[in-house]
Nanobody, 119 residues
Framework: VQLVESGGGLVQAGGSLRLSCAAS????????MGWYCQAPGKERDLVAR????????MYSDSVKGRFTISRDNAKNTVYLQMNSLKPEDTAVYYC?????????????WGQGTQVTVSS
C-alpha cells in the first residue's frame, strides 16, 4: 500500500494550493479518503473527508468554505483544493485511506507534505 502526497509548498496568505494523494496497493474506490493536518507541537487533526463514491464530504469548521476535497477513482487520486490560505493553515498535511465508521476495516497513511503560509 502506498499513499504519496504532493503539491505542498510555500505560499503567501490569501493564496491557493492543490494537494494530491496518489494511491496504490488497495482498491481505492472502496475506501473513504481524508486529509489531516499537523502543526508543530499539535495533534493531527482531520481537515476533510470524502466517501468512497465521492458523494458525501465533511470539513472541519476551520476550513469550511475555503477547502474542497475531491477524488478521481479512475486515477486512484484524492485532492485537496486549498483557497484563501491563512498562516494558521501552516502544517504537514497527511492523506489517509480508510475510516472504520465509513465501512473500511483498515487505515493507511501517507508520508505527508509541508504547507507553509506566510503572512
Amino acid at each position: 500500500v502506498q499513499l504519496v502526497e504532493s503539491g505542498g509548498g510555500l505560499v503567501q496568505a490569501g493564496g491557493s494550493l492543490r494537494l494530491s494523494c496518489a494511491a496504490s496497493g488497495f482498491t481505492f474506490s472502496r475506501y473513504a479518503m481524508g486529509w489531516y493536518c499537523q502543526a508543530p507541537g499539535k495533534e493531527r487533526d482531520l481537515v476533510a473527508r470524502i466517501a468512497s463514491t465521492g458523494g458525501n464530504t465533511m470539513y472541519s469548521d476551520s476550513v469550511k468554505g475555503r477547502f474542497t476535497i475531491s477524488r478521481d477513482n479512475a486515477k486512484n487520486t484524492v485532492y485537496l483544493q486549498m483557497n484563501s490560505l491563512k498562516p494558521e493553515d501552516t502544517a504537514v498535511y497527511y492523506c489517509k485511506a480508510g475510516f472504520p465508521g465509513w465501512g473500511n476495516p483498515d487505515a493507511y497513511w501517507g508520508q505527508g507534505t509541508q504547507v507553509t503560509v506566510s503572512s
